[in-house]
């Protein structure tokens, strides 16, 4: 499947649950927004569930390379259930990675088997200042694991990317923000003023 197909199936599929919403709303960054797009509900939907998990699978191959990578691991929380599902189709051992390392056991917070050397593949389901994703590398990295890409559903261009490369981290993905929100007003499912809403957050950063 050619890029251009996947992201007009992921458009369809996400404006099909609703994932994309309007409003007031605080990000993990602590910053607010006046929208926001919910992944977390992606597996509450079988179907879209596996068609955003093939994208992800055919994502990895066509532009990391499975040849490229030992491990892949989700970013908690919606990274892990995409995550799991996209290294169990590639056949790539599957890690995750927890917010805070644990109290008790091992007290790790890279939980699955970690080789020093291991290329891992991170995944979350978007994007906005890229911290997930960082504190994630650097957890991996610091049990001597190797992250050089990661991979989401949505980039909402707020200079996530820059901060990441900046971290000699490639981020790949499938739509950014404004595709999306383009392809939902193109029909009608968005208004004018809520495009707008969403281009102006993008102007902002």
Same mark, same amino acid.
């Given at each position: 499947m050619k890029k251009g197909e996947m992201k007009a199936e992921l458009a369809q599929i996400l404006n099909r649950i609703g994932a994309l919403r309007f409003g007031s709303f605080k990000l993990t960054s602590g910053k607010m927004s006046p929208y926001y797009m919910d992944l977390r509900v992606v597996p509450s939907f079988p179907d879209?569930? %596996?068609?955003?998990?093939?994208?992800?699978?055919?994502?990895?191959?066509?532009?990391?390379?499975?040849? %490229?990578?030992?491990?892949?691991?989700?970013?908690?929380?919606?990274?892990?259930?995409?995550?799991?599902?996209?290294?169990?189709?590639? %056949? %790539?051992?599957?890690?995750?990675?927890?917010?805070?390392?644990?109290?008790?056991?091992?007290?790790?917070?890279?939980?699955?088997?970690?080789?020093?050397?291991?290329?891992?593949?991170?995944?979350?389901?978007?994007?906005?200042?890229?911290?997930?994703?960082?504190?994630?590398?650097?957890?991996?990295?610091?049990e001597g694991g190797v992250v050089t890409d990661a991979v989401v559903l949505v980039d909402r261009q707020e200079n996530g990317k820059q901060i990441l490369a900046d971290a000699d981290i490639n981020l790949h993905y499938l739509l950014t923000i404004t595709e999306l929100a383009n392809s939902l007003y193109d029909v009608s499912i968005i208004s004018k003023k809520q495009l707008d809403t969403i281009l102006k957050q993008v102007d902002q950063q």
């Open positions: 879209a569930f %596996k068609k955003v998990c093939d994208l992800y699978t055919e994502l990895i191959k066509t532009e990391i390379g499975t040849d %490229k990578i030992e491990r892949i691991a989700g970013i908690p929380t919606a990274g892990i259930s995409f995550g799991s599902i996209a290294a169990y189709n590639l %056949k %790539k051992p599957f890690l995750y990675v927890r917010s805070t390392p644990r109290e008790h056991g091992r007290g790790r917070q890279v939980e699955g088997i970690l080789n020093p050397g291991d290329r891992v593949v991170l995944v979350d389901d978007l994007v906005t200042k890229g911290g997930s994703v960082l504190k994630a590398a650097d957890s991996v990295r610091a």
